[in-house]
């Protein structure tokens, strides 16, 4: 049999309604044996093998999304033993618990910044660390100890954006492009910007010169948006109307902090957590040592200010975008509590 002899109709039929890009053993459960679809791939065949055990049913070039699937396909192909390791609820199974990552990641997610998913020259997959399998043509195969759970865009398993990110810009040699993609993720409220800052720090890529600045500015530009997050609930919730970014300081004492809401009656300060999460680890000592004097001075203000009987509400970017109406209801506990309470010392409040 030659790869111009024709499928009996069953497969023909299978072919036609099936989708145009098939794993070896998608193409065995459906009554093709290996050896037949690699016969259909020779010269002049109808069909073609991209990667190893992966088959698209056409001859030409690949789209797009074929190239993601077929690359999907190879790096979640089962092992030569035919069983995978313990696999995790998010495993498809298709896929295994493989998922897209990096540039064609962030193109799914529809970044301007990013190329189009035709256009990807490497397509990146995450894989357990275990996989033994190599990378193959346009496939790359990235292992990790930690699999992050995916999402699904367009029906296939896709990182999160804040990973994506991290793994396309340990690739990427171009500041301008970083720049753009990691302000891009910021601005279009992808990701928020404490988070991305903690997966550029598993990627060992936050002391690469052309990320540094990069990071520097998106962590402004997401404290300016978390402000604006904060005005829009104060108003869209109905709460009185704070005084907005200003420093404590007590009568001829030392200065207290600033905070970004104050209700002088009620003695309730607001503070916005824009930082890198508490735990994560910063690359570099000095970093790392910057990092944590920062949390114990900020947990050393707010113990001091409540001493004095000022309530702290904390308010992360994250809290405020998913959950702001709750938020709000935690302020204005807080304002209506105040009645309760003893009166607070008085404090110096000025401008900041």
Known sequence: MTQNT??????????????????????????VPAGRAVEQCGAGGPW????PGVFVLHPGPLSGPERLRSALLYAGRPPASGRRAAPSRAADPAYGEAMLTGLAALSLYGFAAAPPVASVERVDVLVPRVRRLRSAGYARLLRTAELPRPERVDGLPVAPVARALADAVAGLGDAVAVRRLLTEAVRGGHCEPAVLVGELNRAKVLGRPQVVHAVDTLLAEGRAMAEERLYDMVRAHGLKEPLWNVDLRLPGGPHLGGVDAYWPDEAVAVE??????RHSRLEGGRRQEEHEAEWSAYAARREHLERLGVTV????????????????????????AAADREPAAYV?????
């Open 6 to 31: 024709p499928l009996p109709p069953c497969h023909s039929v299978t072919a036609r309604t099936a989708p145009r890009v098939l794993s070896a053993a998608q193409l065995k459960a459906m009554g």
């Open 48 to 51: 073609q093998q991209p990667l």
């Open 272 to 277: 916005l957590d824009t930082r890198a999460p």
């Open 313 to 336: 509400v904390h308010l992360t970017p994250k809290k405020l975008r998913d959950a702001r109406e709750q938020q709000a209801t935690v302020v204005r506990t807080a304002l209506m």
């Open 348 to 352: 110096m409040i000025l401008p900041r």
